[in-house]
């Protein structure tokens, strides 16, 4: 019956400043685009869990 695992997904919702948005995207050498902007919210969730795991808010 294939898999029937139940998967969930938490969604969060992330701010992207464009100044800050072209300004990782220069750093990292990539061009302007949808998967720039989806890979900058993964790393500023990334940071987001990080603060959170050292008790800062």
Known sequence: MGDLTLKVVVAQKVSIKA????????????PLNGQARSAYAVH???QRQERNARGKT
Request: proline share 0%; net charge neutral.
């Open 44 to 46: 500023l969730l990334q």
């Open 19 to 30: 100044e800050n948005l072209l300004e990782w995207c220069q750093k990292q050498g990539r």
